[in-house]
Each structure stands twice: as C-alpha cells, then as structure tokens.
C-alpha cells in the first residue's frame, strides 16, 4: 500500500439531536473510503462536544435502534504548526502526543454544532481542507429562516411562511396563534428554524394544533418556521456536486411510508424512493434550473440536497437545501448518485476532490 496516501480525517457524532443520523451516515462513508488513496482517521464528537479518537467501527448498543458515538476513548484537538494541520492526543493529566498530519475532513455533521458554520469555522481557522459548504453558506443553509430570506431575495417560488421566535410566543401565544391564522392558511406545518431530520415538525389544522406543533418545534430552536402546506404534495429532491459549476442528477420523488416525510419514515421505515421521477419536460427543466439558483444563491460548494414540493395542479415551490445531506444506506442522495452512475465509493471520491480543489 502506498505511503503517499492522503490523510482525511472524518468527523461524526455531535451535540445535536442528529447525533445517531451522523454516526449512521459516517459508517456509510467510512466504509466507502478507498484506503488505496486515504488513510483514514476516524474522530467522534460525543453528546456533551468531546473530540474523540476512535477505531471506526461505528456500533449500535444493545436495545438502541441508532448508533452513537462511543465515549471511552481518548481526548483529541486540532493544532496548526509550522508545517500544516495536525490532531494531537490530550491525556488526563494535559500531556500531548502527535497523532500526525491531516490533509482533508470530511465533516458527517447534521445539525447545529456541526452542519452550521461552527466546526466549518474551526477547519477554516486551522486551513484544514474540507468537504462541503464554507462558513457562511453552511450557517445560511441550516437555519431556514435565513434561507428562506435569501430565497425570497432571488424570487425563488416558496410557500407562504412567518418565523415565530420563543420570547414572543411564551409572552403571548393566544396572540401569536391569531396573527398567524390571520396570515397563513392551513394546513401549516411548524418547525425549528435550524434542526433537519424532520425533527420536531408537526402537521397542523387548528389553532389547537398550531400551538401545540409551536410547543413542539420552540422545544428545538429559539425561533419557529411556520409554512404553509400544499394539498397531496409530490416530494422531489435533486443532488448537487460541485464548486463553481454545479452538477446536477435527475430528481427523484420521495414516495413517504407516513403521511409526510418524517423522521420515521427517514429512516426507520423504507419510504420509496422513484429515480428519475415521472415528470414533464417542463418542470424537470423548472427543477433543474432553480437548484442550480438555490445552491449558486447560498454560495455553496462541494454538495447539497434541494428539495421541492409540486403541487397536484403544477406549482413547483422550493422547499429547502441540505448542505449535509444524508449517507446513510438508505439516504436520498448517494441513492441520487448511483441513479446517475456515481457508486457510494465513486461519490465520497469526487467529494473528497472537491474538498482538496477548493483548498
């Protein structure tokens, strides 16, 4: 085996509620590694934020139905020395031991913590290459909020929405409710601003329901998106690669196990996924050129997941971009890929080059 193999670090685990999607989607990826070109270095961020070295054999624990990251190994941190980037084991009593150069990181984080601009950050501080969107496009891509401000700005269609921040809502819910019903039309669908994994969204068609659906989504988030829903939506969704001139595959369409995509049907069930999605010439034209806007309007590089909604009579809205998409086996994206002729391996190459190209 060569000696001249790059070293990539791959991160998973974190603090936030995807914590078991991340593990699952860093397996996949790890076991995707080509160890002919990289040597692999696999680092977990357990629950409370701690760095951890661990053996990359990602496990599930007995009566858990996702894995997590282990918290028996030992501490590690990022240094930049003279010559370049490198991660380093701190023991107990502070003593340091260098665990050698880092090339490239491949970032599995879903979520706060991880998908929102802050490790992205720390990577960019130590010019420590990496896959995926930068700083700001990371931090614009996780908070819907901001998306969908910047997806106003570009007049990319969009459903109707309102943001609901907590102290508003605590201080006057019977208020905030009315103001929203006076809005908005039902069905509504309440979320957090900066969570994914359909985590803490609700379906609502009452005030009953909108107040609880905002208990629900302000449990994950200091501000709530509340959107307004279509009737029988078809879920389409388009993977993206690229720098500065972004590819695209053919959409494909989420056909849900439950009545809309949650987390259940994410991955605990086998929702069906259609490539290539039956659809007119039309609105595959419509899909295509509205990702390329959304991924170019965010500035994001490397990869990302646009979703869509299309309406039963013909009204394509943009829903949201995912600039951490799913790894797991049975993830939209590398599913996307393969439709396209771009195998699991092949995918997490191409990612790992484009990492390494945009430095």
């Known amino acids: ?29 790890l076991d995707a590694i080509d160890d002919e070109r990289y040597e692999v270095v696999p680092v977990g961020i357990t629950r409370d934020g701690r760095w951890t070295l661990t053996d990359g054999q990602i496990r599930t624990v007995p009566g858990e139905a996702l894995p997590s990251v282990d918290d028996d190994g030992p501490t590690v941190a990022l240094v930049r020395g003279r010559n370049g980037t490198r991660l380093v084991r701190v023991d107990e009593d502070g003593s340091c031991a260098d665990l050698g150069h880092l090339d490239v990181c491949f970032p599995v984080l879903h979520g706060p913590w991880g998908e929102d601009g802050t490790v992205q950050g720390l990577l960019a501080t130590m010019q420590l290459p990496h896959v995926g969107a930068d700083v700001t496009a990371s931090s614009v891509g ?69 107040r609880a659906g905002l208990v629900e989504a302000l449990r994950w988030d200091e501000v709530a998106i509340v959107e307004e829903g279509l009737d029988s939506p078809r879920e389409l969704e388009v993977g993206v690669l690229g720098n500065t001139e972004p590819e695209l595959t053919a959409a494909g369409e989420i056909r849900p196990t439950n009545e809309f995509y949650d987390f259940e049907a994410k991955y605990l069930d ?13 609105v595959r034209d419509r899909i295509e050129v509205i990702a390329r806007q959304a991924y170019l309007a965010i500035g994001c590089r490397g990869m990302a997941r646009v979703d869509f909604f299309l309406s039963a009579d013909g009204w394509l809205v943009l ?13 939209v994206f590398p599913r996307l890929w393969a439709a396209q002729g771009l195998d699991y391996p092949a995918l997490v190459d191409r990612l790992l080059e484009l990492a390494l190209e945009a430095g």
Not at 183 to 210: E, H, M
Not at 319 to 331: R, V
């Open 142 to 210: 996780v908070d819907k909020r901001a998306m969908k401000n910047v997806f106003k700005a570009r007049g990319l269609p969009q459903v109707a929405y309102l943001p609901v921040r907590r102290s508003r809502f605590e201080a006057e819910p019977g208020l905030v409710v009315e103001e929203l019903e006076g809005a908005l039309r039902y069905p509504l669908f309440t979320k957090p601003a900066r969570q994914g994994s359909s985590i803490g969204i609700s379906k609502v068609t009452d005030a009953a329901g909108l």
């Open 270 to 282: 086998e929702s069906e996924l259609v490539v290539p999605a039956e659809l007119s010439d039309e």
């Open 1 to 29: 085996m060569s000696d001249t193999r790059r070293r990539v670090l791959v991160v998973y685990g974190g603090r936030s509620s995807e914590h078991e999607v991340s593990c699952l989607s860093a397996r996949s990826v």
């Open 319 to 331: 829903n949201e971009i995912n600039t951490i998409p799913g790894f797991t086996p049975s993830s």
